[in-house]
């Protein structure tokens, strides 16, 4: 059938649109931020006016109007791969508020990274994954249906869509982060990943438990790393009684000097308690956690010991069969006779019950006060009740020092010998040839 000349206008105007988008599109990659940041603006307008005003009739009920393909076309513009786009994202994130936009987004997120990520051979591509965790971070996800309320198109039929159900938007949700936690990520997001992940991930998953491939693999890669995903395991391992092989001697693996010293220690040593709180374990287990423990207390800070001591008095109190390690009454004369060995990565084969607990004996003599005094505890019986090492957890050196130099002195020394020549000896050569003025 030939068109008439008002279809011809219309076909041809509908052309010049998506060319223009077309345009804008490519303006999203400008040098300018300004010039970015207009065409997101106006690219999002047509968003609006094409969910308001949709270019196709809607044929048949139950068929979604919004524009997903104009929103997919904005979202490629947000993941660049070889340049960091947060500071655009961040100027998108006011649109996320919108139920839809959020669900449609977190759709074509999922497809980008499907499409993006098969090609690169399981290797990461920092700019591009960091720029898909920028946008989909700060994701506030509805806790419940009623609070979907916000939406940026208006239809008819709005309530049997999939769009207004929580549980459509939670499999998306899940969905998506799956893809995007199978494919390898550079070291630094696997930390952002595992901060985040037991408050703003888990709870909004339909199935938190497939979560265990990826808490598997960072528990495996070592160091901070590690330390975080003790989180995660802990909700699954906790709240959806998943099994963990080997869990207790991955955990003692995970004891080295490091864990006095990173800024995850606080995280680590709460989890850490939860782990170690159940009657249940045998005495070879924790004895060996107490060991390895105080070991690594000998090169720690003292705003660390003074949160471990009492962390390893809790244990005692806990496994009343490990005080044999305090109360042994031929303990070893110096280190070489200790039959403890440090370098066995299986508790079991420590030996870890054979040994004394001399490490936390030296300590009594450390040079901080407050730790000498601390460790002198185990020289009395303790009292049934457990310390709360939860305000120990962040100490910090800062507060330490303030809290020493704020301190006032009860006892002050009357008499002093004063010094005498160079170095300050008494019968000393230098005494003669030199005086301090």
Not at 220 to 225: E, L, M, T
Not at 314 to 331: I, S, T, Y
Not at 374 to 394: F, V
Not at 421 to 433: T, V
Request: with cysteine; charged share 25%.
């Amino acid at each position: 059938d030939a068109l008439s000349a008002e279809q011809k206008y219309k076909l041809w105007m509908r052309y010049r649109y998506q060319d223009c988008v077309g345009y804008l599109a490519e303006l999203m990659h400008h040098d300018a931020f300004q010039v970015k940041e207009m065409s997101l603006c106006t690219l999002m307008n047509f968003v609006e006016l094409e969910a308001q005003y949709p270019l196709v009739e809607v044929e048949w009920k139950g068929t979604v109007t919004f524009p997903r393909e104009l929103l997919k076309v904005v979202v490629d513009g947000l993941l660049p791969l070889h340049e960091d786009a947060s500071l655009l994202i961040s100027r998108f994130q006011e649109y996320m508020e919108y139920d839809d936009i959020r669900y449609f987004v977190i759709k074509a997120v999922t497809e980008s990274i499907g499409q993006v990520m098969q090609k690169t051979k399981e290797r990461p591509l920092p700019f591009y994954q960091q720029n898909v965790f920028s946008l989909i971070s700060p994701i506030n996800m509805p806790n419940k249906e009623s609070d979907m309320v916000k939406f940026m198109a208006k239809q008819d039929n709005w309530e049997e869509l999939k769009v207004s159900k929580l549980q459509a938007h939670k499999q998306a949700f899940e969905k998506m982060w799956l893809s995007f936690l199978k494919h390898k990520l550079p070291t630094g997001l696997y930390k952002k990943v595992l901060v985040i992940l037991h408050d703003s991930i888990l709870p909004y998953m339909n199935e938190p438990t497939l979560m265990m491939d990826f808490l598997t693999v960072a528990y495996g890669i070592g160091g901070a790393i590690s330390l975080l995903a003790l989180n995660g395991l802990f909700i699954l391992i906790h709240q959806h009684n998943l099994e963990y092989p080997d869990f207790y001697k991955k955990l003692y693996s995970l004891l080295d000097p490091s864990i006095y010293h990173v800024k995850y220690r606080a995280r680590f040593f709460h989890l850490a308690d939860l782990f170690l709180s159940s009657s249940h374990l045998p005495a070879y287990l924790v004895a060996a956690f107490i060991k390895r423990l105080s070991r690594l207390a000998l090169t720690a800070p003292p705003e660390s010991l003074l949160m471990v001591i009492p962390f390893i008095c809790n244990l005692f109190r806990r496994h009343p069969a490990c005080k044999v390690l305090v109360h042994r009454p031929n303990g070893p004369e110096d280190m070489s006779e200790d039959p403890y060995i440090m370098e066995e990565e299986e508790p079991s084969e420590s030996r870890a019950l054979e040994s004394s607990l001399w490490e936390i004996q030296s300590l009594q003599n450390h040079y901080h006060p407050d730790v000498a005094k601390a460790a002198a505890i185990l020289n009395q019986s303790l009292s049934e009740t457990e310390d709360d090492i939860s305000g120990l957890l962040e100490l910090s050196a800062y507060e330490l020092f303030d809290k020493e130099v704020k301190k006032k002195a009860v006892d002050v020394p009357l008499e002093f010998e004063q010094v005498r020549g160079l170095f300050g000896k008494k019968n000393d050569i230098f005494a003669e040839h030199f005086i301090l003025d």
